[in-house]
């Protein structure tokens, strides 16, 4: 790795000595977990609400799929911001703090009568969904071994995993119940349980040395991350545009009732779960083949839907491919990221949060664009070519700079 003139974020990081502080504070690590459960649910709630928020609120697909790019673009500036403004901060108030926004966030979110409330709904979680992680892999670093991270990180990304599970075919089926209204209050409620976990097992996480603009920028001229973060460009905006207007695709091209819906977005969820594991036993092997053989995968199983998605057992097929690419990319570029700038926790994972918001927030507004003026199909599309630039581009590169 690029040496860095910088004071490095991790000199209060536990010792590896196998001293009584070196002990691991795995219960901590689970509440982080409940945390990111809680914040991919919300985040991922517009995508299987997006039909009936549209209608509710007498606005079009593509504009209601714009709760995703607020929440994205907020995030993005969040995450750096938090991570400096919030130096000199104990650690747990500010877990804390970022909880509890997101709890407000989805109450908001649950009363909102016009798309501007909505909106601001969005743009909430977005602080807490760019403050959590971007502090999630040095909170990590804190609580555990530093040789225990990659078994603390495959934690805290199962409850990613159990979010892609559950917040999607819930969702769809919740609000087939309730209304999309309460579907949002019960991920508030699941916003409260993870705050309760977190205000029983946090410890005290007193400021290391704060990091600065400048810690960024040594980041930055690494060409590891460089790599990294342009695969996260373009792969999570292939991945979102497609998967923000995955409920018009099967709604219309292949022709699924709230049952077949349901099913769908769990096959995706349950591949979600595996694939998180997967990704992890991959990444210990090779960061460059996890992350190119998850985005790879991604792009043939957009290919898939776009040249039969009218075939139904081909779309539960290509569906489930897709939540286990999508399971597996996101802890392969994880481990690469903080690999390449362990000095640096907290400064490299804002700058991967940086980037994951930006494709997002690219992707919904392009998968926007293209369902308003073209159909799903044209997203789809979208998503096959962009994922695939993404897998060239690893495959091709990545390897000069290991």
């Not at 555990?144 to 199962?158: H, K, Y």
């Not at 497609?242 to 049952?259: H, I, N, Q």
Request: net charge neutral; aromatic share 8%; glycine share 10%.
């Amino acid at each position: 790795m690029t040496d860095c003139a910088c004071s490095p974020e991790s000199t209060s990081y536990p010792p590896t000595d196998g001293s009584e502080a070196a002990r691991a504070n795995w219960p901590a690590v689970a509440s982080l977990s409940f945390g990111v459960f809680g914040l991919v649910t919300a985040e991922f709630l517009p995508a299987s609400l997006l039909t009936p928020m549209a209608l509710d609120l007498g606005i079009s697909d593509g504009a209601a799929g714009q709760a995703v790019t607020a929440t994205a673009v907020v995030a993005a500036i969040a995450g750096p911001a938090v991570v400096v403004g919030t130096g000199r901060i104990d650690r747990r108030y500010v877990v804390w703090a970022l909880s509890a926004l997101l709890i407000a966030s989805n109450l908001v979110a649950a009363l909102s009568t016009n798309v501007a409330m909505l909106l601001v709904a969005r743009m909430a979680l977005g602080v807490a969904l760019g403050g959590f992680w971007s502090l999630a892999a040095a909170l990590a670093l804190r609580l555990v071994p530093a040789q225990l991270l990659p078994r603390a990180m495959a934690l805290i990304f199962t409850g990613v995993s159990v979010a892609t599970v559950c917040a999607a075919p819930l969702g769809a089926y919740l609000s087939s119940l309730w209304g999309w209204r309460l579907t949002f209050a019960a991920a508030a409620g699941c916003g409260a349980l993870a705050l309760l976990s977190q205000l029983l097992t946090m410890p005290r996480l007193p400021p290391a040395a704060a990091p600065g603009f400048g810690s960024f920028a040594a980041v930055l001229k690494r060409p590891t991350v460089q790599f990294g973060l342009a695969t996260v460009l373009l792969v999570v905006s292939a991945h979102f545009a497609g998967f923000t207007y995955m409920r018009p695709f099967l709604e219309r091209v292949s022709k699924l009732d709230v049952a077949g819906l349901s099913f769908a977005l769990l096959a995706f969820g349950v591949g979600g779960f595996l694939g998180n594991i997967a990704g992890g036993a991959l990444s210990e092997r090779s960061g460059t083949l996890a992350v190119g053989a998850a985005s790879l995968l991604i792009a043939l199983a957009a290919a898939a839907l776009f040249v039969a998605g009218t075939s139904t057992m081909l779309t539960f097929a290509a569906t489930a491919t897709w939540g286990f690419a999508f399971g597996a990319f996101p802890v392969s570029i994880s481990a690469w990221n903080t690999k390449a700038a362990l000095d640096h926790a907290e400064s490299a994972g804002a700058l991967l949060l940086v980037a994951f918001q930006i494709a997002i927030a690219t992707g919904a507004v392009l998968g926007g664009i293209l369902v308003d003026a073209a159909g799903p199909t044209a997203v789809i599309a979208y998503t096959a070519l962009a994922a695939a630039a993404g897998t060239t581009l690893i495959l091709s590169l990545a390897h000069r700079v290991r």
